[in-house]
């Protein structure tokens, strides 16, 4: 396994994240479905729960195709060790705006996540999506 300190493994699963944001803002579901294992498990709270690299996909596409605008940025990526995976906690904070780009919400939390290197790259085996703060935009604003 590599050690969660090393710069490169860090890179990577930054990288992973990134790709994970792209996917959602670009609405290139194909990237997006690249960021997950088959077997994933994905708890968002009380947004949702999903089994399995594609449910969460389908369930992302169907809300997000509708909307305008959405720009997710994911920062602060620390790294930790769980047997032989890696942990992952990152900072999230997505704008996402209504249908032409009116009214929305800006959410903020953070991810935990447990990757794994797999032979296609790092992947989201696990993860969990913790809410800190929502607010509504109201439209005109």
């Excluded at 169907?62 to 990152?90: F, K, M, Q, W, Y």
């Excluded at 939390?109 to 929502?134: L, N, S």
Aim: overall charge negative; proline content about 4%; glycine content about 12%.
């Amino acid at each position: 396994m590599p050690e969660p300190t090393d710069r490169t493994t860090l890179q990577e699963v930054a990288d992973l994240l990134t790709r994970y944001a792209t996917g959602i803002d670009r609405r290139d579901w194909k990237l997006l479905r690249s960021c997950f294992t088959d077997d994933c498990q994905a708890d968002y709270g009380d947004i949702g729960q999903w089994r399995g690299g594609d449910a969460i996909t389908e369930w992302m596409r169907n809300t997000h195709e509708p909307l305008g605008h959405t720009l997710h940025r994911i920062t602060n990526v620390a790294l930790g060790a769980d047997g032989d995976a890696v942990t992952a906690r990152s900072y999230v904070d997505a704008l996402v705006l209504g249908p032409g780009n009116v009214g929305g919400a800006q959410g903020t939390g953070y991810y935990d996540d447990v990757v794994v290197e797999t032979p296609d790259g790092w992947k989201i085996a696990r993860r969990r999506y913790t809410m800190v703060r929502v607010r509504a935009i109201e439209p005109g604003a």
